[in-house]
């Protein structure tokens, strides 16, 4: 039986090709990709492409794009056996994270790609990405979808979206998952490390396309102006990126400005400006300045993590509980154990 995959084609260097006239990098019309890379015509799977009416540059991808992707694989969720998501590099890990929170209870492979350079090109990373994404969405053993979560292939690495990093605009590796290992690596076979994948519970498939802009994000620097902070409009969530393991200026004056925002009602949020480990409150005296204010330890997740999960939980009516508790738990493997 061959296995169905739905394609959703959002844009991204990965769809353009280059105006040979003009020296730049244009969409071409996606529905032509089996004549641009023969080798699909190859495939084990069956593929079918849906792509969006314009292609967007992922800088343009946001909350919309991603209640539409969730839309799509509702609509298409019976009748396909897995889904690739095409997209550009630059937002990548934001849509993987915040797709992570809003399809629940996923049994089937949801794999984000792209490529560094486009397909036309003579050293594309396109067809390799294109083409393994392609098996990994279509991988299931004894009827079970081997892949139940989503996540980001990348040069020759299967990674769990929602622990991912771009960290290179120039190498073809341009993603990292500094806190959780690999969940594949493509070689001469397909591994996959069964260990690191996640498994939801028996809940049906659905999807909670809820998304709060009221949450902002600011990185901590020394010598800041904390009179810009105090300045900002009131907001549900505020994300801090402080030092380090979670540490902060020892003056009084951060203490009162982090207060009084604290005090009228927004939720402060600590992640770390390391990309590797996370924040742990109490190791350092000038971290628990975030402990009398009642801020929350996002410990090791990512920024793109704490931003869409903060997003997806904000005033979320679909869910009981406070926010600090609805946060600290692990929602679907964004998240170590305390
Ligand atoms: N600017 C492009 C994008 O993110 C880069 C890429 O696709 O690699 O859409």
Redesign the pocket.
Known sequence: MKRKVLIIYT????G?EKDYETGSLRAFNFNKIFSKIPEMNLLECEVSVEAFADP????DMGPNEWKMICQIIEKNYSAFDGFLIL??????SYTASALSFMLKNLRKPVVLT???LPVGDLRTDAKENLLTSLYYASFYENDEAVIQEVAIYFEYKLLRGNRTLKYSAEYFDAYQSPNYPLLGQSGVHLNVDKDSLYRPGNNPFSIDTHLCDSVFFWRIFPGINLDFLSALPKMKVLILQVFGSGTIFSDQKTEDVLSAIKKSGTEIVVVSQCVSGGISFGKYENSNIFGRIGAISGRDMTAESAITKAMHLSGNPALEGSFVELFEKNICGEISPR
């Open positions: 844009g991204g260097t990965i353009m967007l540059d992922s800088s997209h550009g590099t630059d937002t990548m792209g490529s560094q």
